[in-house]
């Protein structure tokens, strides 16, 4: 089964999300940063989380939608924790929670499509392998 332009765009998109959370950690590591480590922690996590649903959005892996599940979970949590980690004005936390929970709708939706799209060519995939034999 071909791959959709909705496959390809949401590989994409965690490609991305994927490195922009890695500039973070590297520009921390090696520029250095005032950031609390523990944002800087969180950003190599969504990084972690980001490149495997890239990956495993690329390869049509079973476990992609959990992947992409645990990057939506972890970017709630970044965006929940920065009023603490950066000492953010009280105003700032209901546009952060409106924030966190759009990201972990994003990463839910994106699961839920990361699964139908394996169940749908797991079948076909099987096919093609015992045609090569």
Not at 98 to 105: C, F, P, Q, R
Request: aromatic letters at 8%; a positive charge.
């Amino acid at each position: 089964m071909p791959r959709t332009r909705l496959g390809l765009v949401l590989t994409a998109i965690f490609g991305i999300l994927a490195l922009t959370d890695w500039v973070q950690v590297f520009l921390a590591l090696v520029v250095g940063s005032d950031n609390p480590p523990a944002l800087i922690a969180l950003h190599f996590g969504n990084g972690a989380a980001a490149a495997a649903t890239c990956a495993g959005s690329w390869r049509r892996s079973r476990w992609t939608p959990i992947a992409a599940a645990a990057y939506g979970v972890l970017a709630a949590i970044l965006l929940l924790a920065l009023p603490g980690l950066l000492a953010l004005p009280v105003d700032a936390r209901p546009g952060l929670r409106t924030g966190a929970a759009g990201v972990l709708l994003f990463a839910l939706l994106s699961a839920a499509y990361f699964r139908a799209d394996s169940r749908q060519s797991a079948p076909q995939i099987s096919t093609e392998k015992a045609n090569e034999r």
